[in-house]
């Protein structure tokens, strides 16, 4: 049988890794009352709204559930509106309000400069492989 030790685990490390970053995230978005689920859906409707939930649900990598109750509060914010989908009378498509829009600008930093210390005196290419190699490990796993 192989040695295992769970603290030496490629598992374990991303968990380690994972919970970090998303605690420190969450520290940067506060100030925002922002969360990193919603943020999380935010970037994707950023990078184009008029998607409808189900998309969201898919690219964010959660329930539908878990994503209705994201934009419900998200809604409750001011940051998004639902407009009735114009094909599907059952779906729903997400839009950014403006101030949805507008937080873009304000939040973007801060996550840029939290991954600028996680990554700092990391060669650039030493993150460019790691990228490819983590994406690999998820590819294999679906």
Avoid: C
């Avoid at 030496?8 to 380690?16: N, R, T, V």
């Avoid at 409750?76 to 009378?89: E, F, N, Q, Y």
């Amino acid at each position: 049988m192989k040695d295992f030790k769970i603290d030496d685990s490629l598992g374990f490390i991303l968990y380690k890794v994972n919970a970090k970053l998303k605690n420190e995230a969450f520290q940067k978005l506060k100030e925002y009352d922002i969360t990193t689920e919603q943020w999380a859906v935010l970037n994707f409707l950023w990078e184009g709204d008029g998607v409808t939930p189900k998309e969201l649900a898919d690219l964010t990598f959660k329930d539908k559930p878990n994503t209705n109750r994201i934009l419900d509060n998200l809604q409750k914010k001011g940051l998004i509106t639902r407009s009735p989908h114009p094909t599907d009378r059952r779906a729903f498509r997400i839009f950014l309000t403006d101030a949805g829009k507008d937080l873009r600008v304000r939040l973007v930093p801060r996550a840029v400069s939290l991954l600028e210390k996680a990554t700092r005196s990391i060669d650039e290419e030493k993150i460019k492989e790691m990228k490819i190699v983590l994406n690999q490990i998820y590819n294999n796993l679906t």
